[in-house]
């Protein structure tokens, strides 16, 4: 008789549209918590994210809309390990702060762009024009080498990655120039001539840079996204499997598709 209350009970709970739906098991594995930004950081890592759990892998997602505090995180062990960076802004982010993070895989390529929303091309850009470009230090070394190779000006090393504008020799359009944090640029695109945009901030403002750009780095840019950590876990075993997901065939094609050129996988 107990049992058969039991039941009844429990067909009660049914009818009543209480607890007959199986519940859904939750995720069980060891978390890594990584720092990323939004566009393409933070959606490539949502692709892998399934297969990382299947290996017993819990990624906690962490978005920033800078590129500091990412790296601040890191190493006060705050976050585990981050993915929005090139290698020259990780050597100057350590340089300038006394920091000791390291690369510890790279993975893709997000050629820097030019755009305008005032002029169609380059050749219309007249003299006295004004250009926004990233007020940090390796990003502004990598735009005015791409202000360089678009013929604009010429620096008096034309191979320095870290050149800022005291570095310009010649400027024969008188261009003037408006140093912003990188994540601005795009919301001042049309109160200037020109700005220059890392594409992770491109994509987020609904920018193609294959389309919108009118001018950008070759797809054997030097400047490539790195997964950062530090010393004491670029071997745990959770970071291995992530720089493995990272760095798959399977990772590559969703790249690939994804972002159609502007961004490029470079492994």
Request: negative net charge; glycine residues 4%.
């Amino acid at each position: 008789m107990m049992r058969l209350g039991k039941l009844f009970l429990v067909l009660a709970a049914c009818l009543a549209g209480l607890g007959c739906q199986p519940q859904a098991p939750k995720p069980t594995g060891q978390h890594l918590v990584i720092a990323a930004t939004a566009i393409p950081h933070a959606e490539i890592l949502e692709h892998i994210a399934p297969i990382l759990a299947r290996e017993g892998v819990i990624l906690d997602i962490k978005v920033f809309n800078d590129y500091v505090q990412p790296n601040v995180q890191v190493e006060q062990k705050q976050i585990d390990v981050n993915y929005f960076q090139t290698l020259p802004y990780l050597e100057q982010f350590n340089k300038d702060r006394g920091s000791s993070l390291i690369p510890i895989i790279g993975v893709h390529i997000e050629p820097l762009g030019v755009y305008s929303r005032k002029h169609a091309s380059l050749d219309s850009i007249p003299e006295g024009a004004q250009i926004a470009i990233p007020n940090e230090r390796s990003n502004e070394g990598r735009a005015l080498l791409l202000l360089q190779s678009a013929g604009f000006i010429k620096l008096r090393d034309p191979r320095n990655a870290l050149a800022d504008l005291s570095d310009i020799v010649d400027n024969p359009r008188r261009l003037r120039f408006k140093e912003l944090e990188a994540a601005t640029l795009p919301r001042v695109l049309d109160q200037v001539d020109l700005a220059v945009i890392n594409t992770n901030y491109a994509l987020d403002a609904k920018l193609d840079p294959a389309r919108d750009a009118l001018f950008i780095e070759s797809k054997d840019s030097p400047y490539v996204n790195y997964l950062v950590g530090r010393a004491d876990n670029r071997d745990d075993p959770r970071v291995v499997k992530l720089a493995a997901a990272l760095t798959s065939a399977d990772t590559a094609a969703f790249i690939t598709r994804t972002y159609q050129g502007a961004v490029v996988p470079a492994f």
